[in-house]
């Protein structure tokens, strides 16, 4: 294994959305990405909703999303906004 490939928690995404909306607004932690392009790409799928591929955040616009550099890599945070004006 190389010395510079980290592994990490993959991300529940269901868990996530749902802790979301428990949360009514407030930001919750998803996980944390090696690279700012995924954490980013992350946060588009949850902001947008993107149907197949990330059902866990529909529908698109029920939450928003920010990625944050940290230690070991880019955090992604999430809340639930529906029915918010942003």
């Not at 700012?36 to 197949?52: C, E, F, H, K, Q």
């Amino acid at each position: 294994m190389s010395p510079w490939k980290t592994t990490r928690p993959r991300v529940d995404h269901q868990a996530t959305a749902a802790r979301a909306v428990a949360a009514a607004g407030r930001w919750v932690f998803a996980g944390t990405y090696g690279s700012s392009y995924t954490a980013d790409s992350m946060a588009r799928l949850v902001r947008t909703g993107s149907g197949r591929r990330m059902t866990a955040y529909d529908p698109a616009g029920a939450y928003d999303a920010y990625t944050e550099r940290v230690d070991d890599g880019h955090a992604l945070y999430v809340r639930h906004v529906r029915g918010e004006h942003r």
